[in-house]
């Protein structure tokens, strides 16, 4: 069985997030590994030269990255006190390029990031990027997908799959 030192969890600030640090915090005390968290501040809405013109989406988007960084910095610290150690980075930009620099730096060897299954905001945000991360990087890829909202007639259970390369 192959064995995990530094384990990365890919954090967009989202809710849907959490449930990938806590799978990160899980396996980092399974393997005794160093946890690094690596929060991507990518802002859609002035990148590339492109602004979408409803703000009310600019302001959801906002609102709920704030939400779920709260909460997620409260599960960090919890796991500070406890013992693990845990590196926290936050990097603007293009998430490919922060995301293999910051496993080239750490020697990642696991990777932990959302598997888009998330609302229609998240994944017009988010979408493309998953596929340009599996095929650029140097390291085991874990994607952890979360269920679909209850109100959704399909909604399937929580599901976690795996890369190597």
Known sequence: METFNNI?????STQHCIKVLRTGIAFARLYNAR????HIIHDPFSVNGWNLPI?????????????????????IQAEKAEGLVVN???KD?????????????????LILMLGHR???????????????IIRQL????ML??????????????????????
């Open 88 to 90: 926290e980075w936050v």
């Open 8 to 12: 990365l969890v890919v954090s967009r």
């Open 144 to 165: 952890v997908s979360s269920p679909l909202p209850a109100s959704r007639p399909s909604a399937a259970p929580a599901t976690v799959s795996m890369s190597t390369e």
């Open 138 to 141: 140097p390291a085991t890829l």
């Open 35 to 38: 946890l690094h968290v690596l």
């Open 118 to 132: 998330e609302g229609r905001l998240e994944h017009f945000l988010f979408g493309k990027t998953n596929d340009a």
């Open 93 to 109: 930009g293009n998430p490919v390029d922060a995301i293999r620099e910051t496993v080239e730096q750490e020697q990642v060897d």
């Open 55 to 75: 703000p009310s989406l600019e302001e959801e988007y906002r609102h709920m990255v704030a939400k779920a960084r709260k909460e997620l910095d409260l599960m």
